[in-house]
């Protein structure tokens, strides 16, 4: 086994409150329960001595490894090729569909022989509390329990386990067309134990599991070129999103870094404000109106815990229940992914101020007026209110998006998007008749407008520029079109457009920015993000610059993994890097692909 598997080497599982990644050797090297964000069980990813973790795979060692999902669903199927046999393992988690929040968690893995004859191996090695908690194993014939301070652990097989210390390990032979299965349970301290599992209850929850996805994915109304990569990001922005409160994390990981033995390793299982608002536009597109409106309930309540009170309305992230207490910390006992240290828990950028998650919110509640219909007088009344706060304070310096930690500054991107603020602001007042104070955000909106004007322009670059003291480009910038700020092919836009190919393209992978010319306050340098390739599509397909922007999504989607997903950067060699997998990269493919399909749609005269 691999120590240190590829990041992109990995799918996901997840029953909408937390979720596993499961590398192609069959490891499941990251499980956190009983929420996204909740203490690892399995951590191997992390380190692989002390991370603890799952394997289910062939004990031949000359075994070759695929995967794939299951048809339109979040089953993931690993199969194993060898000589003597071809197995498979089926790594699933049943939805918890009463949207209730819960400390059972369940992970099934199935495996039959497909072909010949199969030895499988089982090592279940868990460490409880990111490998902080020791935890007593007690084995008898109805499986296996792990006791770990507040929680419990059951590992129930259709198959013999035995002792291994703390830990257990088992073998079974399989041949052509026979199955077994082994499930992980966790679960509060001293709560009831699960039913002991048969092959034929577990076939019929993996029958219910697909249904369960296949008919969420029917809602789906895209047409376009690209319906796989487009419905494997959707079911993706699904399994990172929990379901009690419809809130959206950044990635399923902590710590993943952003170059191999870098200090950038940050801790995105939170919810972005920008990641989470962003998100409703992708939704909306793709016809999943529900989804986009529990996030826009669940902003809303954010605003509103906040009216009456001192400082900002809004933070820029929070857990998945809204709770604003994010404190970081380091697992100093954590060797990191490659030696990647230190490995953070938690997430110091919470407290930064980032103004531009003002315009982001308020344009998620502007999106489709089957949203902007819901919207109650309270709600209301707290969004007037924020705006009200903000036509004093949007003209401030800040962190930025990127969340440096190199000083605050007057970040370009942050008045685009203050624009937006005061721009939507006032498109949700006039078409819905409600109170606000219209010439208030009309004189904050346009002062935004003139400042980015005069300010956030080079004449140097003949560009848009990071902010205001400088030269520097910023990817950011690519959404200016997107928001309206700034017509899609407007000479001065065009002009910025061949600044940032000049600058910031590579090969057709787009960086964030250029951390030498606009030091960030850390060390090290990092990939192209993922994120910033998909908005560069979608701006040259706003700016007529179809061939370019076709070629550039088609060459993008090399550099997915085997079965469709994104981390958040792409290595100097084309590895991925960062947490894994990335909401707003598969968000912003999804707004990629739609305006480029509607582009070359009107092209074509359709």
């Known amino acids: 086994m691999d120590r240190y598997p590829p990041i992109a080497e990995h799918g996901l599982v997840g029953d909408l409150q937390t979720a596993a990644l499961i590398s192609s050797q069959g490891v499941v090297d990251w499980f956190a329960a009983p929420r996204f964000d909740s203490p690892s069980i ?34 993931l199927v690993t199969r194993f090729m060898s ?24 992970l099934i893995r199935g495996m039959r022989a497909v072909r010949g004859t199969v030895h499988f191996t089982l090592e279940c090695r868990p460490r409880f509390d990111y490998g902080r908690a020791e935890h007593q194993l007690a084995l008898d014939g109805q499986g296996a329990l792990f006791r770990a301070p507040g929680i419990d652990g059951y590992l129930q097989t259709t198959f013999p386990l035995e002792r291994d210390g703390q830990d257990v390990r088992g073998k079974v032979t399989l041949w052509a067309g026979e199955s077994h299965a082994a499930v992980f349970t966790v679960c509060a301290s ?50 990172l999103t929990y379901a009690p409160t419809g809130a959206l994390i950044a990635a399923a990981t902590t710590g993943l870094p ?15 404000v920008r990641d989470g608002a962003l998100s409703v536009r992708a939704m909306l597109d793709l016809g999943f109106v529900e989804e986009a409106a529990a996030f826009v309930h669940w902003l809303v309540d954010r605003l509103r815990e906040r009216e009456g009170e001192d400082g900002e309305p809004l933070q ?25 240290f230190p490995v953070r828990i938690g997430n110091g950028a919470a407290d930064q101020l980032q103004l531009d998650i003002y315009g982001e919110a308020v344009y998620a509640v502007s999106q489709g007026g089957e949203i902007a219909q819901q919207a109650t007088y309270q709600g209301w009344r707290a969004l007037a209110r924020t705006l009200d706060w903000f036509t004093e304070n949007w003209n401030r310096p800040d962190e930025g ?77 690519l959404l200016m079109p997107r928001v309206a700020f700034i017509a899609p092919r407007d000479p001065s836009w065009l002009s910025t457009l061949d600044a940032m190919d ?64 994104f981390s958040e950067e792409v290595g100097p060699s084309g590895e991925q890097l960062g947490n894994f997998p990335q909401a707003f990269t598969h968000l912003s493919l999804i707004m990629a692909a739609v305006t480029l399909d509607e582009a070359l749609d009107h092209e074509q005269g359709r």
Request: with cysteine; aromatic share 14%.
């Open 42 to 75: 399995f951590a191997a990813l992390l380190d692989h001595d002390r991370g603890g973790y799952f394997r289910l795979a062939p004990e031949e060692t000359d075994a070759s490894c695929r995967q794939l999902y299951y048809p339109d669903t979040a089953v």
């Open 316 to 340: 820029t992230m929070y857990r998945v229940d809204g709770n604003p207490e994010l404190p970081e910390e380091t697992l100093d006992h954590f060797e990191g992914y490659r030696g990647s």
């Open 502 to 565: 000049r600058r910031l393209v590579s090969d057709s992978l787009v960086y964030r920015y250029d951390p030498a010319a606009s030091p960030d306050g850390l060390r090290g340098s990092e990939g192209t993000f993922s994120l910033c390739t998909f908005l560069y599509v979608d701006a040259l397909a706003r700016a007529g610059r179809l061939p370019q922007a076709r070629y550039t999504f088609e060459k993008m989607q090399m550099y997915a993994n085997h079965i469709g997903l």
């Open 258 to 272: 952003e170059q191999v033995g870098g200090e950038r390793n940050w801790d995105y299982r939170f919810t972005w």
């Open 190 to 239: 001293g709560a009831e134990a699960p039913a002991l599992p048969t092959v034929d209850g577990l076939t019929e929850q993996f029958e219910e599991v697909v249904r369960f996805w296949q008919r969420w994915l029917r809602q789906s109304r895209y047409r376009g070129r690209w319906p796989e990569l487009v419905h494997r990001s959707v079911i993706t922005l699904k399994l």
């Open 83 to 106: 000589p003597d046999g071809v197995g498979e393992v089926f790594d699933f988690m049943p939805p918890d569909q009463t949207r209730t929040p819960t400390d059972r968690h369940t």
């Open 401 to 477: 998006i990127w969340e440096t930690r190199g000083g605050r500054k007057d970040f370009t991107y942050s008045r685009v998007m203050s624009w937006v603020a005061f721009d939507h602001g006032l498109r949700l007042a006039e078409a819905f008749r409600r109170p606000a104070d219209l010439e208030g955000w009309r004189r904050a909106r346009d002062a935004i407008f003139e400042q980015v004007m005069q300010r956030g322009w080079s004449e140097t670059e003949r560009a848009f520029i990071q902010h205001y003291d400088g030269d520097v480009l910023d990817a950011s910038l």
